[in-house]
């Protein structure tokens, strides 16, 4: 089946960060915690938040101009725009429509939203690929922008000591040299378990009925040691499936780009692969875990650093609220980022 599809080229990556920086230290204002609890627990020191009448439209729109730039392509060029937030800053109109009129793409172009949670990126890439494989769009923008500062309970200490804002955007194309960049591809979901993450909108029922026993408080609600216990369980082993699946094995794969949730839960899927530290990408010190936008933050940051050259293969993977996860094994060209 998959034999059949066309190929998708990555053409272009791009991602962006607020400048307002969160560090542990600071943190000890709001709550009871100090810098070696969070740091042991989680690898975080410090992460991004949106200030004053920023959100995860600026950052958005700042990561995919980015990507758009280094594919280029122009605006023009994109036949679909698919955006991936956990939260976006407003229901409607979605993300995707927004940043289509904000970058001047076609209005004609086809654009909305898909929630997967932390796992957004692998998903729009899914979906991407089955659209631009079976020939209905050709050039597709995928955006994954968060401001998950602004669902955050900042009294839980539970939770607000994870999450940061960000960014980050990928422009998929038909490879016309017939080269597929997607060696595989798998996304997952298990609502049975979703209770473990929860943001519940606010929302009362009309003043003529009987009202709900609960309202939604629109913040994050997080069973953490279950979400920890899911991920090392599940992920290490659903990401190893994926490579057998690629044709190639881990030794080929030169990098792993996971999400960034928890350094120790990266370290989990580091371990399953064997892989040393110079083949992981992590950079959940300094931002936290900005939901979908994680991957592609890393990916391009890493390029960046020179900790990641191009001309490689990649495995990336995430998993996230619904419950829901996902891996690729990926091709990454020279100069897409
Ligand atoms: N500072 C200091 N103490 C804290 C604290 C903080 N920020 N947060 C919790 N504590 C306390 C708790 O109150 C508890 O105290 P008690 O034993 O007296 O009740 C103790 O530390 C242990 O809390 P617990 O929640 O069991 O800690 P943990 O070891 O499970 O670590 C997480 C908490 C959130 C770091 C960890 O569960 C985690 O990272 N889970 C994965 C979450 C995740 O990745 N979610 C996103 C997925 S996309």
């Known amino acids: 089946m998959t034999d059949k599809l066309r190929p998708l080229k990555i053409a272009g990556l791009g991602y962006c960060v607020p400048e307002?920086?969160?560090?542990?230290?600071?943190?000890?204002?709001?709550?009871?915690?100090?810098?070696?609890?969070?740091?042991?627990?989680?690898?975080?020191?410090?992460?991004?938040?949106?200030?004053?009448?920023?959100?995860a439209i600026d950052l958005g729109l700042d990561a995919a101009q980015k990507a758009l730039?280094?594919?280029?392509?122009?605006?023009?060029?994109?036949?679909?725009?698919?955006?991936?937030?956990?939260?976006?800053?407003?229901?409607?109109p979605t993300l995707a429509c927004?940043?289509?009129?904000?970058?001047?793409?076609?209005?004609?172009?086809?654009?909305?939203?898909?929630?997967a949670a932390c796992?957004?990126?692998?998903?729009?890439?899914?979906?991407?690929?089955?659209?631009?494989?079976?020939?209905i769009y050709k050039t597709i923008l995928i955006v994954a922008s968060d401001n998950n500062s602004k669902i955050t309970n900042w009294e839980d200490r539970g939770t607000s000591i994870l999450f940061g804002d960000g960014?980050?955007?990928m422009v998929v194309t038909e490879a016309e040299d017939g080269i597929d960049d997607i060696l595989s591809?798998?996304?997952?979901?298990?609502?049975?378990?979703?209770?473990?993450?929860?943001?519940n909108m606010p929302g009362q029922c009309c003043p003529l009925v009987e009202q709900a026993d609960e309202v939604g408080t629109g913040k994050i609600i997080m069973n953490g040691k279950d979400v920890y216990k899911f991920a090392v369980t599940t992920v290490p082993a659903y990401v190893e499936d994926c490579i057998k699946k690629s044709g190639l094995t881990s030794e080929e794969i030169d990098y792993l780009i996971p999400h960034q949730a928890n350094q120790r839960i990266i370290e989990s899927i580091q371990n399953r692969l064997k892989y040393t530290d110079d083949k992981v990408i992590s950079n959940i010190k300094y931002y936290g875990n900005t939901s979908a936008a994680s991957i592609p933050i890393a990916l391009?940051?890493?390029?960046?650093?020179?900790?990641?050259?191009?001309?490689?293969?990649?495995?990336?993977?995430?998993?996230?609220?619904?419950?829901t996860w996902g891996a690729a094994v990926v091709r990454l060209r020279k100069g897409i980022c």
Do not use: H
């Open 20 to 55: 307002t920086v969160i560090t542990n230290d600071d943190l000890t204002k709001l709550y009871e915690t100090s810098d070696e609890w969070i740091y042991t627990r989680t690898g975080i020191k410090e992460r991004r938040v949106v200030s004053g009448n920023e959100t």
């Open 69 to 92: 730039a280094k594919s280029g392509l122009k605006p023009e060029d994109i036949d679909c725009v698919i955006s991936a937030a956990s939260v976006p800053p407003q229901l409607y």
């Open 98 to 115: 927004t940043l289509q009129d904000k970058l001047g793409i076609p209005n004609q172009v086809p654009a909305f939203d898909l929630t």
């Open 119 to 135: 796992t957004g990126l692998i998903y729009a890439l899914q979906v991407a690929r089955g659209f631009i494989g079976a020939g």
């Open 167 to 169: 960014a980050g955007a």
């Open 185 to 199: 591809i798998q996304i997952s979901a298990d609502g049975s378990i979703g209770q473990m993450i929860q943001t």
């Open 300 to 323: 391009v940051e890493g390029v960046e650093q020179g900790k990641i050259k191009l001309g490689s293969t990649a495995v990336l993977c995430g998993f996230g609220a619904g419950m």
